[in-house]
């Protein structure tokens, strides 16, 4: 569970990086949760084949700033083994209620 939300954290900070560049829109100032996994895929899947290569997560501005964080993450997150992150693997799975 750490480690999806430090992935989330990094796609956010992305994406603020992308807003920042972007035109400014009148609900700039609002909060906003953590980017879905479209988001995520859209920031990060920089051939868009569909998945998340270890070279484009470690691409990423947060994993820069400590590279074995990011590493030991996307290991984590890699539940098949693949050496990539599909959609299902980086979406986060809903909590259990008791």
């Given at each position: 569970m750490k480690s999806i939300t430090s992935i989330l954290a990094i796609?956010?900070?992305?994406?603020?990086?992308?807003?920042?560049?972007g035109a400014k829109k009148?609900?700039?100032?609002?909060?906003k949760g953590p980017p879905n996994p479209e988001q995520m895929m859209k920031a990060l899947d920089?051939?868009?084949?569909g998945s998340i290569s270890?070279?484009?997560?470690?691409?990423s501005p947060g994993a820069k700033k400590d590279a074995a964080k990011a590493?030991?993450?996307?290991?984590k997150m890699d539940k098949n083994k693949d050496g990539s992150l599909s959609k299902?693997?980086?979406?986060?799975?809903?909590?259990?209620?008791?």
């Open positions: 796609l956010a900070l992305a994406a603020t990086v992308n807003a920042a560049e009148p609900e700039a100032g609002k909060k920089k051939d868009g084949n270890k070279e484009e997560f470690l691409a590493e030991e993450r996307f290991g299902e693997e980086i979406t986060p799975k809903p909590k259990k209620t008791k």
